[in-house]
């Protein structure tokens, strides 16, 4: 083969393999961060499968930890990630429908009531986990929730559901919505704040 032959070749290959490897941009489901809120909360609901990382700070009974956060929805299945002390160095919990199920760092399970005993004592409350997917949308689960809506958009800044009261402090482009990336889930006794990095 001729060298220019060669290196036509090589350069092929290359492009080739950078193609390859190239990160995929995380797919636009939305109808994008400008279009009104109405559009966007409605293609909201419909969202069954996304995932999220970012950071979480958790305050309760005088105690409180920071953390890294990872969290997977699957249509009824969802994996949650806390990476911090926890006591214990981070813990891991899986819902399926109604089953719930959680492991630690130290390579214990749990399932059922004990599993949601568990979780309590790591974080100092009852993390409301069926509600959780639609919380971290930005969007009270179904059922019954008091809104706090802007007056000219009717973007939702907050609501109050099930007795906590859930903030949307900051919202920034991703999906082709406008997602939470800073959010507060709280109640009397306890605070969790969550920073949103990435969505996918």
Same mark, same amino acid.
């Given at each position: *083969?001729?060298?220019?032959?060669?290196?036509l #070749?090589?350069i092929?290959?290359?492009?080739?393999?950078?193609?390859r490897?190239?990160?995929?941009?995380?797919?636009?489901?939305?109808?994008?961060?400008?279009?009104?809120?109405?559009e =966007?909360?409605d293609?909201?609901?419909?969202?069954?499968?996304?995932?999220l990382?970012g950071r979480v #700070?958790?305050?309760?009974? &005088?105690?409180?930890?920071?953390g890294?956060?990872r969290?997977?929805?699957?249509e009824?299945r969802?994996?949650?990630?806390?990476?911090?002390?926890?006591g214990?160095?981070?813990?891991?919990?899986?819902?399926?429908?109604?089953?719930?199920?959680?492991s630690?760092?130290?390579?214990?399970?749990?399932?059922?009531?004990a599993?949601?005993?568990e979780?309590?004592?790591?974080?100092?409350?009852?993390l409301?986990?069926?509600?959780l997917r639609w919380?971290?949308l930005?969007?009270? #689960?179904?059922g019954?929730?008091?809104?706090? =809506?802007d007056p000219?958009?009717?973007e939702i800044?907050?609501?109050?559901?099930? &007795?906590?009261r859930?903030?949307?402090?900051?919202?920034?482009?991703a *999906?082709?919505?406008?997602?939470?990336?800073?959010?507060?889930?709280m109640?009397?006794?306890a605070?969790?704040?969550?920073?949103?990095?990435t969505?996918?």
């Open positions: *083969m001729a060298p220019r032959a060669a290196l #070749a090589g092929g290959l290359l492009a080739l393999a950078g193609c490897t190239a990160p995929v941009p995380p797919p636009i489901i939305g109808p994008g961060a400008d279009a009104p809120w109405a =966007q909360r293609a909201l609901a419909r969202v069954s499968r996304y995932a990382a #700070a958790v305050a309760a009974g &005088g105690e409180g930890f920071s890294g956060l969290y997977q929805q699957q009824q969802a994996d949650l990630a806390i990476d911090g002390p926890l214990m160095g981070g813990v891991r919990v899986n819902v399926d429908g109604e089953a719930v199920t959680i630690n760092s130290r390579g214990e399970s749990f399932d059922g009531p599993a949601r005993a979780l309590e004592q790591k974080l100092g409350f009852t409301p986990l069926t509600e919380w971290l930005g969007l009270p #689960a179904p019954e929730a008091a809104l706090e =809506q000219v958009t009717g800044r907050a609501f109050q559901q099930i &007795g906590w859930v903030s949307i402090d900051k919202r920034a482009p *999906m082709g919505f406008a997602l939470p990336q800073r959010l507060t889930v109640r009397d006794g605070r969790m704040k969550l920073l949103i990095e969505w996918k």
